[in-house]
């Protein structure tokens, strides 16, 4: 049965793979994940395709630029139709302010639903080694992850993306209504891939996850129905 928690990554870079997938994967699943590699190279079809299937979409472009370029490249996506649109928490409270002020007055004019806006706090590929290489060796990563998820909620943003370890904490610090999207999801027993802060789908869920970013451990199964069907079980 469809559950929207889990969003199925399509990274892919032809239109005929991204077909394919959501085909096989039918009825199962009704969140997808429309990223660079793929929106760099076929484009906005892919979003008017994915909703002419009843798809919903989390196009997942991280833009992190200065405030009114991150504002006006937000209100050039949301004319799309996108479910999700993310920005770099990285870049800022007033980039995220700016956007998110901006993101709601457009969408009001336009009299279109706004789409969701979230902050991408810190890659789940991130280790201890990449995040001492950036300088940053005074702070812990979960504790830059929780001051970027509040820093994203005062500046009226919906949720964040995270590891799904670092969920928990921030359900803790940003109340019950806060969105916590977490890739870095692998089945016990799974390639880790470039993946770094993981967790199992299940204790996704249970450390407070809303929605599960799911790319590799489906598309590369042998069988990635099968391989969705069990995510979903494990989700329930
Ligand atoms: O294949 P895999 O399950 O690792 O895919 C995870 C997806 O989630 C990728 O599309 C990646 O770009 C995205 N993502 C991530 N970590 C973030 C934000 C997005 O892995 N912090």
Same mark, same amino acid.
């Given at each position: ?6 969003i ?24 997808y ?21 009843? *798809?919903?979409i ?13 504002? +006006? ?10 479910? @999700?649109?993310?920005v ?6 007033t ?13 009001? *004019? ?9 902050? @991408?706090?810190?890659?789940?590929? @991130?280790n ?5 290489g950036? +300088? ?43 969105? @916590?999207?977490?890739?870095g ?22 450390? +407070? ?28």
């Amino acid at each position: 049965m469809a559950d929207e928690r889990l969003i199925v990554a399509l990274d892919f870079h032809k239109m005929e793979d991204v077909k394919n997938l959501v085909n096989e994967l039918g009825d199962s699943v009704i969140f997808y994940k429309v990223g660079m590699e793929l929106f760099y190279s076929v484009g906005a079809g892919v979003v008017d395709w994915l909703k002419t299937q009843n *798809k919903k979409i989390f196009l997942d472009l991280k833009l992190h630029d200065i405030p009114n370029t991150v504002a +006006g490249g937000l209100c050039s996506l949301m004319n799309l139709g996108a479910d @999700i649109l993310n920005v770099h928490a990285a870049g800022g409270f007033t980039m995220m302010k700016t956007a998110a002020d901006k993101l709601r007055e457009e969408s009001a *004019k336009a009299g279109i639903v706004k789409p969701k806006l979230i902050a @991408i706090t810190i890659l789940t590929s @991130i280790n201890q080694n990449d995040w001492s290489g950036l +300088g940053y060796d005074s702070l812990k990563i979960s504790e830059q992850v929780v001051r970027f998820a509040k820093l994203a909620k005062d500046a009226g943003l919906e949720g964040v993306v995270a590891s799904p370890q670092e969920a928990k904490l921030i359900r803790e610090n940003c109340g019950k209504d806060f969105l @916590i999207v977490t890739p870095g999801i692998r089945p016990a027993g799974s390639d880790i891939n470039d993946q770094s802060r993981i967790s199992t789908p299940a204790a996704a869920i249970k450390n +407070g996850a809303n929605y599960l970013v799911v790319g590799r451990p489906i598309r590369a199964a042998e069988n990635p129905k099968l391989a969705a069907e069990n995510i979903l079980a494990e989700i329930k």
